[in-house]
């Protein structure tokens, strides 16, 4: 591609050589071949066609809201030395470079490998693709330039932040105990494996795992699973009317950072939880334990987008499977859901120990004129008719400030 | 040598560049036959009735070194709003009272010495205009610069080659302030989004190592270009070589808008782009 520079370059070129005759100028004339000289020796230059292989890789397998990645953009020339290679690595808007630039500009000799490292923030959970790279040639004297995008995607999930909860009973009052018992996940001594842990002084020598050992030259002993405590089951709200406010402060967001946070602190204490999210469809992750099922749900959570409009009473069915008198916690604000008073009445008549936890982002959409006074005062009116409702049937109910601890808030509620 | 040297070379270089492509612009065309400045001189006779040319030293290094001070301190003054508005406003109001002082007959400013004074500036108005746009980035004082580098000194009665010595040293000094000049307005641009690449450094060595070399690549081109006129000659018909249209600066001109043509098509024909477009099609 030419530049205006060139266009510039020929366009004057011709015109001095052409007009320098009509006044006899040798120096116009001259001037005006060197110009075109100039620009027909620089179209032989750093235009010819490269072969750049880029790949990208990320210094963590696991990122988490708010915290930060290293990427390094690894950049291999396969072809003839480049002198001047603009690199733009195309990213998504919900990423920020906060160390470093995803633009660089380098001379790349041949064989020669270049890393360009960067930082990302990333302060929103989701999947992302990065990618592909866009790569621009210019001849030195920017008289002429090539673009072309690199085929180079990679693929970023970053999950919900997990908060730590301490000190709260958020379980059932009736462990395993009944007739039909499914297994509750719990360190024990029965023959099913759950995982293993580093060795403490104590231990039984024939719990050690000898393999590990060998592998890692770390004393690691077995652990089994005892069937003896609950199972939980979270409900999230992934419905449209979620995602109300900005992309970063909004009940959805709230909602799967309670439910990560909350996933990690009961599986932390061997129960089996599952996660049932409706929005557009219904998606049940059937309850379990271990540090497998911890990332199959904070991927489920990172995935989420808030789309559809199905109401509360969507997951009455799946519920009717999960064991009765368990945990069920409903992550949501009910906002302009009719079924839901219907649904949490059903919830708590088949006996679930029912916990609503409802962010509240309307003081922060007020005061950044998301939403008028009035919509706030009828929203939050709403919001307290709701909570009510849910104590009214029994249920732990309440308003979370998401800039509040998760724990301090849940605290209230639970006595 | 760091990225902010060598950026700072290229501006140096261009200076001088542009200082040596005015100066042997002058010495190929005499001031005296400029047509910019007879029609000055016109001017100023017709108003005062004094020949500028002729009863003032119409010095071009004078000049030079006039518009050199008043770029130089344009560019220092603009590095402080506050002086630089301050400066303005002084010389404004002292341009004024120098004409009111001329009106009144009050002969406080001798008036030769501003005569004089306008007169270098004139001259030194492509280095003044050229120095903001080297210093400061400005593309359009860059162009307009050189724009007057190339009219100022033009005059009517053509030059040949028996100066071809002064008119290969302007040639490759105004192209490498306009190649320096505009390259440091582009490559600093972009040293400000890549401050922190280790790898820039080399890019701009190899700017500056490409530019010299197709600078005399060039040069060598040029010459190709010159003896494709007396290449033609041999190919042509006796009567159409040895015409006097073929054998002046017009044949001349149109032989190397041919050599350009062949060069274009044969390029166009071999370059890899093209063979890729022919397989697609």
């Known amino acids: 591609m030419w530049t205006r520079k060139a266009v510039v370059y020929v366009g004057l070129g011709t015109i001095l050589v052409l007009f320098s005759p009509f006044i006899n100028n040798l120096q116009l004339f001259l001037l005006g071949t060197t110009i075109l000289g100039f620009v027909a020796i620089h179209s032989l230059v750093n235009t010819s066609p490269i072969d750049v292989k880029i790949t990208r890789t990320f210094d963590s397998d696991q990122v988490f809201e708010n915290s930060n990645v290293s990427v390094d953009l690894i950049i291999q020339n396969k072809g003839r030395s480049v002198g001047f290679l603009e690199i733009y690595d195309n990213l998504p808007s919900e990423v920020e470079v906060n160390n470093g630039l995803n633009h660089t500009i380098i001379k790349l000799r041949k064989e020669e490998l270049v890393i360009n490292k960067y930082n990302l923030d990333c302060r929103l959970r989701g999947q992302y693709r990065l990618g592909n790279p866009s790569l621009r040639i210019y001849n030195p004297s920017f008289l002429f330039y090539y673009e072309s995008d690199i085929d180079s995607k990679s693929s970023l999930v970053v999950l919900p932040q997990i908060e730590q909860i301490e000190g709260v009973d958020l379980s059932t009052d009736f462990p395993k105990m009944y007739q039909g018992a499914m297994p509750i996940r719990r360190i024990g001594t029965s023959g099913e494996f759950y995982g293993i842990r580093e060795y403490m002084p104590g231990d039984d020598f024939k719990n050690i795992n000898w393999r590990v050992f060998g592998r890692t030259r770390k004393l690691m002993v077995n652990q089994f699973e005892r069937e003896d405590i609950s199972d939980i089951m979270l409900v999230l709200d992934a419905r449209e009317i979620s995602g109300t406010g900005t992309i970063l402060r909004n009940p959805l967001n709230y909602s799967c950072r309670a439910a990560a946070s909350l996933t990690s602190f009961f599986l932390r204490a061997r129960n089996r939880v599952g996660l049932t999210i409706y929005g557009e469809t219904v998606n049940v992750i059937p309850p379990d334990t271990g540090e497998r099922h911890l990332y199959r749900i904070l991927t489920a959570l990172a995935e989420v987008k808030p789309t559809g409009g199905l109401g509360l009473h969507t997951v009455l069915g799946d519920l009717r499977n999960f064991t009765p008198r368990s945990p069920v916690m409903v992550l949501s604000t009910l906002e302009s859901d009719p079924t839901s008073t219907t649904a949490l009445r059903e919830i708590t008549a088949r006996g679930f120990k029912l916990t609503v936890i409802a962010p509240d982002t309307l003081d922060y959409d007020r005061e950044a004129r998301i939403i008028s006074p009035t919509v706030y005062f009828t929203a939050s009116a709403s919001l307290d008719n709701k909570i009510t409702e849910a104590r009214s049937l029994g249920a732990r109910a309440m308003r979370w400030d998401p800039e509040s601890v998760l724990s301090t808030s849940l605290a209230e509620v639970v006595i | ?281």
């Open chain 2, 1 to 281: 040598m760091n990225t902010n040297n060598s950026l700072s070379l290229m501006q140096g270089i261009a200076t001088f560049s542009l200082m040596f492509s005015l100066g042997l612009a002058y010495v190929i065309n005499p001031i005296d036959e400029s047509l910019f400045f007879k029609a000055l001189d016109g001017i100023v006779s017709g108003i005062y009735g004094t020949d500028v040319l002729d009863e003032l030293n119409s010095s071009a290094v004078a000049g030079m070194l006039v518009g050199l001070f008043a770029g130089t301190l344009f560019v220092f003054l603009s590095i402080n709003k506050k002086v630089y508005n301050y400066s303005i406003l002084i010389l404004f109001i002292s341009t004024i009272l120098v004409f009111l002082a001329d009106i009144m007959n009050y002969d406080s400013f001798p008036y030769q010495v501003t005569q004089q004074l306008f007169l270098w500036s004139w001259i030194g108005l492509p280095i003044f205009i050229g120095i903001i746009g080297i210093w400061q980035d400005y593309i359009g004082n860059q162009i307009v610069a050189a724009f007057l580098v190339l009219v100022m000194p033009l005059g009517l009665s053509g030059n040949t080659n028996e100066q071809i010595y002064p008119i290969l040293g302007f040639v490759f000094s105004f192209m490498l302030y306009i190649e320096l000049s505009y390259g440091h307005t582009r490559y600093s641009r972009l040293a400000r989004v890549m401050y922190y690449s280790k790898e820039y450094e080399t890019v701009l060595q190899w700017f500056l190592v490409t530019l010299v070399i197709t600078l005399a690549l060039t040069t060598g081109l040029t010459s190709i270009a010159f003896l494709f006129h007396d290449f033609l000659s041999d190919l042509l018909p006796y009567s159409f070589s040895n015409s006097i249209e073929f054998n002046t600066i017009y044949g001349q001109a149109l032989s190397v808008m041919v050599f350009f043509m062949i060069w274009a098509v044969i390029q166009t024909l071999f370059s890899r782009g093209y063979l890729a477009r022919q397989v697609e099609d």
